[in-house]
C-alpha cells in the first residue's frame, strides 16, 4: 500500500564526499578487497527531481563535463529507482532529471550521491515509506558510497566501505578541488594497485586483509584542527593513480607550494583535494591554481547526507 507524495515532482539533494584516509586491504578471492575509509560529506551537492510516469527514463545537467554519464538503463539513478520499485512492489515508474556538481569518475562520490537522491526523491514520490535500515540495505546493493551518500556528515566506512560508524567531527574544513578534463576507472586504478604490490612484493610490508583507520585521523576531526588533519591524510589509490595519470604529480606539487597544508588525490582520482587552513586560505589557492588554468571549485565540509528538499 502506497500514499502519493502531494506534488508531481520531487527535489531530493545529496553531498558528494572526500576520502581523507584509504587504507586498502589485500585482494581477496572473490577479486575484490575490504577498505577502510574515513568519509567526509562536502558541499558540492547532486540535485535529483522525481516525477512520476509509467516508466524509468533519466536527463542529466549541471556544471561538470557530462559526456561520460549514461542516460539509459546503466544509469545508477534508474538502476536504485528500480531497485526501490522492486523491493517495496511497486509498479510505476519515474522520470528523474539529475542536476551534477560533482566531478564524473572524479573519485568523489557523485554517481553514488545520485543513487542515494534518487532511493529517498523515489520513496517520497511513491509514498513508499521504507524503514531507514532497509534503505541503507538497499543502497548497499548499489554500491560501497551509496550508504554514506544518504547518512553524510563524517563517517568511518569498513569492509567494502559500507559498513559505516558515525566519527565525531568539530568545525568545518575547508578544500579546494582541482578538476581533472579526464576520467579515472576505479576498477583500473585498484588493478594498477594490485599489480604495484605484485612487482613490489621483495620491498614493501604485505597488505592486511583487513585494514582500519588511523587513530590519528580520528583525532584530527575530533579537533576540527586542518593542520593535524593535513599530517595523516592518506589514500592507497593515490600512488597508483599518478602511475596511471603522470601530470596529477605536477597538480599536487602546485597546490602544495600555493598554500595547501596538502594535497590528496580523491578517491580513485583524479580530483586532486587540497586541505587548507581557512575560507582566505581557500580563496587564495583557488586563484593560484586558476591561474595555472586549471578548473578549481572549492568546498567545505562535513554537511548533510541526502534530504528532501520539496515535495
Given at each position: 500500500?502506497?500514499?502519493?507524495?502531494?506534488?508531481?515532482?520531487?527535489?531530493?539533494?545529496?553531498?558528494?564526499?572526500?576520502?581523507?584516509?584509504?587504507?586498502?586491504?589485500?585482494?581477496?578471492?572473490?577479486?575484490?578487497?575490504?577498505?577502510?575509509?574515513?568519509?567526509?560529506?562536502?558541499?558540492?551537492?547532486?540535485?535529483?527531481?522525481?516525477?512520476?510516469?509509467?516508466?524509468?527514463?533519466?536527463?542529466?545537467?549541471?556544471?561538470?563535463?557530462?559526456?561520460?554519464?549514461?542516460?539509459?538503463?546503466?544509469?545508477?539513478?534508474?538502476?536504485?529507482?528500480?531497485?526501490?520499485?522492486?523491493?517495496?512492489?511497486?509498479?510505476?515508474?519515474?522520470?528523474?532529471?539529475?542536476?551534477?556538481?560533482?566531478?564524473?569518475?572524479?573519485?568523489?562520490?557523485?554517481?553514488?550521491?545520485?543513487?542515494?537522491?534518487?532511493?529517498?526523491?523515489?520513496?517520497?514520490?511513491?509514498?513508499?515509506?521504507l524503514p531507514r535500515?532497509?534503505?541503507?540495505a538497499l543502497a548497499?546493493?548499489?554500491?560501497?558510497?551509496?550508504?554514506?551518500?544518504?547518512?553524510?556528515?563524517?563517517?568511518?566506512?569498513?569492509?567494502?566501505?559500507?559498513?559505516?560508524?558515525?566519527?565525531?567531527?568539530?568545525?568545518?574544513?575547508?578544500?579546494?578541488?582541482?578538476?581533472?578534463?579526464?576520467?579515472?576507472?576505479?576498477?583500473?586504478?585498484?588493478?594498477?594497485?594490485?599489480?604495484?604490490?605484485?612487482?613490489?612484493?621483495?620491498?614493501?610490508f604485505p597488505a592486511?586483509?583487513?585494514?582500519?583507520?588511523?587513530?590519528?585521523?580520528?583525532?584530527?576531526?575530533?579537533?576540527?584542527?586542518?593542520?593535524?588533519?593535513?599530517?595523516?591524510?592518506?589514500?592507497?589509490?593515490?600512488?597508483?593513480?599518478?602511475?596511471?595519470?603522470?601530470?596529477?604529480?605536477?597538480?599536487?606539487?602546485?597546490?602544495?607550494?600555493?598554500?595547501?597544508?596538502?594535497?590528496?588525490?580523491?578517491?580513485?582520482?583524479?580530483?586532486?583535494?587540497?586541505?587548507?587552513?581557512?575560507?582566505?586560505?581557500?580563496?587564495?589557492?583557488?586563484?593560484?591554481?586558476?591561474?595555472?588554468?586549471?578548473?578549481?571549485?572549492?568546498?567545505?565540509?562535513?554537511?548533510?547526507?541526502?534530504?528532501?528538499?520539496?515535495?
Amino acid at each position: 500500500m502506497t500514499t502519493p507524495a502531494v506534488s508531481t515532482v520531487v527535489h531530493a539533494r545529496a553531498p558528494g564526499k572526500i576520502n581523507v584516509f584509504l587504507k586498502v586491504g589485500a585482494l581477496l578471492d572473490d577479486g575484490y578487497h575490504d577498505v577502510a575509509i574515513a568519509y567526509q560529506a562536502v558541499s558540492l551537492y547532486e540535485d535529483v527531481r522525481a516525477t512520476a510516469a509509467d516508466d524509468f527514463s533519466v536527463r542529466v545537467g549541471g556544471t561538470v563535463e557530462l559526456s561520460r554519464v549514461p542516460t539509459d538503463g546503466s544509469n545508477i539513478a534508474i538502476k536504485a529507482a528500480r531497485l526501490l520499485a522492486r523491493a517495496t512492489g511497486y509498479r510505476g515508474g519515474v522520470r528523474l532529471h539529475i542536476d551534477k556538481h560533482v566531478p564524473v569518475t572524479g573519485g568523489m562520490g557523485g554517481g553514488s550521491a545520485d543513487a542515494a537522491a534518487t532511493l529517498l526523491a523515489c520513496d517520497t514520490l511513491w509514498g513508499t515509506q521504507l524503514p531507514r535500515e532497509q534503505m541503507l540495505a538497499l543502497a548497499g546493493q548499489l554500491g560501497s558510497d551509496v550508504p554514506f551518500a544518504l547518512t553524510g556528515g563524517t563517517a568511518i566506512g569498513t569492509g567494502r566501505g559500507d559498513q559505516l560508524s558515525p566519527a565525531l567531527a568539530k568545525g568545518q574544513f575547508h578544500w579546494v578541488l582541482a578538476l581533472a578534463e579526464f576520467g579515472l576507472s576505479t576498477p583500473a586504478v585498484y588493478n594498477e594497485l594490485d599489480m604495484h604490490r605484485d612487482r613490489h612484493a621483495q620491498d614493501i610490508f604485505p597488505a592486511t586483509t583487513t585494514p582500519s583507520v588511523d587513530a590519528n585521523v580520528l583525532q584530527a576531526l575530533r579537533a576540527g584542527d586542518p593542520l593535524m588533519l593535513a599530517e595523516t591524510l592518506y589514500n592507497d589509490l593515490q600512488a597508483p593513480a599518478l602511475h596511471l595519470q603522470p601530470s596529477l604529480s605536477a597538480v599536487l606539487e602546485l597546490g602544495e607550494n600555493n598554500g595547501a597544508l596538502a594535497g590528496i588525490v580523491s578517491g580513485s582520482g583524479p580530483t586532486v583535494a587540497f586541505l587548507v587552513a581557512d575560507h582566505d586560505g581557500a580563496l587564495e589557492l583557488q586563484t593560484a591554481l586558476e591561474a595555472a588554468e586549471l578548473t578549481v571549485v572549492r568546498a567545505s565540509g562535513p554537511v548533510h547526507g541526502a534530504r528532501i528538499l520539496s515535495a
